[in-house]
Antibody, heavy 121, light 107 residues
Framework: EVQLVESGGGLVQPGGSLRLSCAASGFTFSSYWMSWVRQAPGKGLEWVANIKQDGSEKYYVDSVKGRFTISRDNAKNSLYLQMNSLRAEDTAVYYCARLYGSGSYGPFDYWGQGTLVTVSS | DIQMTQSPSSLSASVGDRVTITCRASQGISNSLAWYQQKPGKAPKLLLY???RLESGVPSRFSGSGSGTDYTLTISSLQPEDFATYYCQQYYSTPRTFGQGTKLEIK
């Protein structure tokens, strides 16, 4: 059974940093593109970042470029999101998601349960 | 960026009703469209992809259609467990973008 379990969320002050983790199991993690998607309280879904199987390609939504870094450790079956210079508008539930198939083209077929990040003083 | 616009934003319906949700892309996306269902406090769940392909395990009362810029999600006979929020998403280009959501409520 495919499982994605996020951790690392919490309350952080504006300008602060946080590192999210996603532990994957039930599939060959190193064979899939992975993503982070977020959802502000009471709002819709927003894609944040993608990373290729070997970490050689990474893509970000404009609003987080230069502040967030997606990474992965295939030996640990783990995905990460390093978030720096956090702003109030980054407050959201952050979901780890797997991309369907082996390419970057496709929907998100499995999602974690999410971890809440709150940016507030 | 490709903008995705869903309509309606909310919808009231009864068990057994047939409902349709529409998603319009700001440019052609060549059927690179997925539909998700999200219940309160839960992660989204993939229902359909490639505009009309049903994800494994999803009931056949869900169907999708469309082409170019216009797509629809249809639920043929609403069940109690279908009351949720539905999102469309394009994966034709980066950034991946979602519609704003359609909240399906019980009448």
């Amino acid at each position: 059974e495919v499982q994605l379990v996020e951790s690392g969320g919490g309350l952080v002050q504006p300008g602060g940093s946080l590192r999210l983790s996603c532990a994957a199991s039930g599939f060959t993690f190193s064979s899939y593109w992975m993503s982070w998607v977020r959802q502000a309280p009471g709002k819709g879904l927003e894609w944040v970042a993608n990373i290729k199987q070997d970490g050689s390609e990474k893509y970000y939504v404009d609003s987080v470029k230069g502040r967030f870094t997606i990474s992965r450790d295939n030996a640990k079956n783990s995905l990460y999101l390093q978030m720096n210079s956090l702003r109030a508008e980054d407050t959201a539930v952050y979901y780890c998601a797997r991309l369907y198939g082996s390419g970057s083209y496709g929907p998100f077929d499995y999602w974690g349960q999410g971890t809440l990040v709150t940016v507030s003083s | 960026d490709i903008q995705m616009t869903q309509s309606p934003s909310s919808l009231s319906a009864s068990v057994g009703d047939r409902v349709t949700i529409t998603c319009r892309a700001s440019q052609g996306i060549s059927n690179s469209l997925a539909w998700y269902q999200q219940k309160p406090g839960k992660a989204p769940k993939l229902l359909l992809y490639a505009a009309s392909r049903l994800e494994s395990g999803v009931p056949s009362r869900f169907s999708g259609s469309g082409s170019g810029t216009d797509y629809t999600l249809t639920i043929s006979s609403l069940q109690p467990e279908d009351f949720a929020t539905y999102y469309c998403q394009q994966y034709y280009s980066t950034p991946r973008t979602f519609g704003q959501g359609t909240k399906l409520e019980i009448k």
